[in-house]
T-cell receptor, first 112, second 116 residues
C-alpha cells in the first residue's frame, strides 16, 4: 500500500504486481512532463516523457498517463521487479523555459 | 545516448575550504547546464541555471558568492562551494540540456559533499 506523511511517500508492492505512482504537478501551463527514477546515491535516470498534447504514452513495461484537467500525472510499471525499487520523481517543464520543476517523489519498494 | 559525467562522486573537506565539482557532457554540446541540491529523502532543488559564456542565473535564496558557477565551454560547467560549512553538506547533481531532435535533459551521477 501507499503511505504519505512527513517522510517520502512510499509504495510497497510484491514482485510481479503492477505499480502506479502518482504525481500532482503545479503549473497548469506546463506542457512537457518527465518521469525519473533515482537509485540511492545516484543521479536521476530518464524513464519516459509525455507532452501535453497526449494523454497516454507507453514504453517498455511503463506507461505514463496525463490528466491536464486535474494536473495529474501517473506512472504505471507493469510486472514490477526488485530492480525497480527506487525513488520516482515527476518533473514538469514549460515550453520556452529551460528549467524543470521536480515533484516531491515517491519511494517504490518491491518485495521478492 | 547523451552522457553527463560528474566528478568527484564523493568529497570530504574541512570547514572553511573550497570544493570544486565538475560536470561534463561527454558526447554532446550542452547549451544549458543546471545545478541541483538534494537533501536526504527530498526532491531535487534547482540552485542555478547556466548558459555557456554567460553568468549563471541563481534561484531565489541561493547565494551566488557561496556557490560559484562557471560554464566556460559547451561541455563543461563547474560548481565551486566556497568557504564550506557543515550545513553545505549535501548531494549535488548537475544536468545538461541539449537539442537532439528534442530538448533532452541528462543528469550526472551526483556528488556527495561532506564538510567536517
Amino acid at each position: 500500500g501507499e503511505s504519505v506523511g512527513l517522510h517520502l511517500p512510499t509504495l510497497s508492492v510484491q514482485e510481479g504486481d503492477n505499480s502506479i505512482i502518482n504525481c500532482a504537478y503545479s503549473n497548469s501551463a506546463s506542457d512537457y512532463f518527465i518521469w525519473y527514477k533515482q537509485e540511492s546515491g545516484k543521479g536521476p535516470q530518464f524513464i519516459i516523457d509525455i507532452r501535453s498534447n497526449m494523454d497516454k504514452r507507453q514504453g517498455q513495461r511503463v506507461t505514463v498517463l496525463l490528466n491536464k484537467t486535474v494536473k495529474h500525472l501517473s506512472l504505471q510499471i507493469a510486472a514490477t521487479q526488485p530492480g525497480d525499487s527506487a525513488v520516482y520523481f515527476c518533473a514538469e517543464n514549460l515550453s520556452g523555459y529551460s528549467t524543470l520543476t521536480f515533484g516531491k517523489g515517491t519511494m517504490l519498494l518491491v518485495s521478492p | 545516448g547523451a552522457v553527463v559525467s560528474q566528478h568527484p562522486s564523493r568529497v570530504i573537506c574541512k570547514s572553511g575550504t573550497s570544493v570544486k565539482i565538475e560536470c561534463r557532457s561527454l558526447d554532446f554540446q550542452a547549451t544549458t547546464m543546471f545545478w541541483y541540491r538534494q537533501f536526504p529523502k527530498k526532491s531535487l532543488m534547482l540552485m542555478a541555471t547556466s548558459n555557456e559564456g554567460s553568468k549563471a542565473t541563481y534561484e531565489q535564496g541561493v547565494e551566488k558568492d557561496k556557490f560559484l558557477i562557471n560554464h566556460a565551454s559547451l561541455t563543461l560547467s563547474t560548481l565551486t562551494v566556497t568557504s564550506a560549512h557543515p550545513e553545505d553538506s549535501s548531494f549535488y547533481i548537475c544536468s545538461a540540456r541539449s537539442y537532439q531532435g528534442n530538448y533532452g535533459y541528462t543528469f550526472g551521477s551526483g556528488t556527495r559533499l561532506t564538510v567536517v
